[in-house]
């Protein structure tokens, strides 16, 4: 029954993701051994010395509100990082917000700057959230398709060709989700001029920045000069400390917009959970050794993935250059990349999001996570080997 519904809420649909993700944990809970090859969050234990501070958080009765936009500690631990790693100078008392993940970042971002009407240029296929959050601003996305043909990268002359008088911003994502795919200074830089000339503004999504493989380092297009007064940074301690669960993420641009964000924040939730806060500052200011060693861990997965899914007729897969995820072309096969997710979890009993979910360019492509086990990897490679013999 619609009776009470607001026509926001009746457009928002549950994303494919969330579809499949229902009936894995289905299968799962019937008993099926299924292989999780669809989830976006590393496998690791949040390392030790984080979950202790939020222990010691706990005994010591830090179990309360804290002020919107987080603690001035982590912010300013937060501050050193983007100084250090991003090349980026942002004030702790005013130039970045902490929010409950980057979802929750990424949300307030949209709804602080877009207006009915105006259009954002997101490289697609691309996390699912964009497109929501860019609709429930009244806003509306204009995909820059990302072609295999040119190792997903936005093509320049697409992206200015769809600039128009309605254009606001361009959303960039590297390491990107699903294709694995990287910006370079380069392309950075070449993709600032078209930002300038056309006076749009940035949202970089940085939340994959540590997993990289091979000779790639990581640009924060805020870096790029001119462009931090253009680009808000989000960034997020999900993926690099393994703290999916704790959701604390931030973002990072000038001190009007920020004051927008943590406003904004308010109303989503007031402040982000304190005693998660608290681990937060404990990963920012405690040793990286964890966060490289699980990095080295997914370099050797990644290998095994990209070798075992080259192996399966009808897959052919570039090796990611970052992120965690391989997103093999399935073209050869004929189903839709959604019947082919599904006969692979029904049949191989392994969970892989289908590449239409993350919007029509993803089609003929599929998702796989390596953020499980070697074992588990080659299991599954195995099984959907196996099973794909039968309808190829
Ligand atoms: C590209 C990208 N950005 C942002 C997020 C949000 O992560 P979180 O809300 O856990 O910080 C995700 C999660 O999968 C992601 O893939």
Known sequence: MTKNLSERSIQLQPSAFAKFFAEAVELQRSGEDVIHLHVGEPDA????????????????????????????????????????????????????????????????AFQALIDPG????????????????VTLAGGVVAPVRLMENQQFKPDLNDLKRQ?????????????????????????????????????????????????????????????IPGMKERTLTINSFSKTYAMTGWRVGYAAGNSELIGKIRALSEHTGWSPNSIAQKAAIAALKGSQKCVREMVEEFRKRRSIITEGLNNIDGFSCTAPKGAFYAFPNTEKINSSSMELAQIILRKAKVAVVPGI????????????SFANSKENIKEALERISQTLKDII
């Not at 954002?120 to 296929?125: K, S, Y």
């Not at 600039?163 to 910006?183: A, C, D, E, F, H």
């Not at 979910?357 to 089609?363: D, I, N, S």
């Open 163 to 223: 600039v128009n008088k309605k254009t606001k911003m361009v959303l960039l994502n590297s390491p990107q989700n699903p294709t694995g795919s990287i910006l370079t200074k380069d392309d950075m830089n070449s993709i600032a001029q078209i930002v300038e000339s056309n006076d749009l503004f940035v949202i970089s999504d940085e939340v994959y920045e540590k997993f990289l493989y091979g000779d790639f380092t990581h640009t924060s297009f805020a870096s």
């Open 118 to 133: 105006d259009e954002v240029l997101i490289p697609e296929p691309c996390l699912p959230q964009y497109w929501g959050d």
């Open 45 to 108: 234990a949040t390392p030790k010395h984080i979950v202790e501070a939020a222990k010691i958080a706990m005994e010591e009765g830090f179990t309360h509100y804290t002020p919107p936009g987080g603690l001035f500690e982590l912010r300013e631990a937060i501050s050193k990082k983007l100084k250090n790693d991003n090349d980026i100078d942002n004030d702790p008392s005013n130039e970045i917000c902490v929010l409950s993940g980057g979802y929750n970042a990424l949300y307030c």
């Open 357 to 368: 979910a993350f919007g029509p360019q993803g089609e003929g492509k599929i998702r796989f």
